[in-house]
Nanobody, 123 residues
Framework: QVQLVESGGGLVQAGGSLRLSCAAS????????MGWFRQAPGKEREFVAA????????YYADSVKGRFTISRDNAKNTVSLQMNSLKPEDTAVYYC????????????????WGPGTQVTVSS
């Protein structure tokens, strides 16, 4: 069992930055993948970024590539998402999740989810 709690959401102007953090408790195996998804009102949940718990592999949605950076701190059991050059279309609830299956961009691979944190980007 893994528990996840996101933090760092808020209101920011377009072009600004935010840093989201996800604190994980419980047993996380080296084969796991940590991911960020987001869901805007009236839209389906979509993949944003992911990182393997061990190694250097990272994955990004095309819409955030070059603007967002995912990182992890294994000692603190945290995963962060640095979001730069934010756009109004980045407005959504952002969720942290853990996958035991090696399919980083597929929400169905994720077994545990945090409650989410709201990110609002004003134009």
């Amino acid at each position: 069992q893994v528990q996840l709690v996101e933090s760092g959401g808020g209101l920011v102007q377009a072009g600004g930055s935010l840093r989201l953090s996800c604190a994980a408790s419980g047993r996380i195996f080296s084969s796991y993948v940590m991911g960020w998804f987001r869901q805007a009102p009236g839209k389906e949940r979509e993949f944003v970024a992911a990182i393997r718990w061990s190694g250097d592999s990272t994955y990004y949605a095309d819409s955030v590539k070059g603007r967002f950076t995912i990182s992890r701190d294994n000692a603190k059991n945290t995963v962060s998402l640095q979001m730069n050059s934010l756009k109004p279309e980045d407005t959504a609830v952002y969720y942290c999740a853990v996958a035991s299956r090696p399919r980083p961009k597929w929400s169905g691979a994720y077994d545990y989810w945090g409650p989410g944190t709201q990110v609002t980007v004003s134009s």
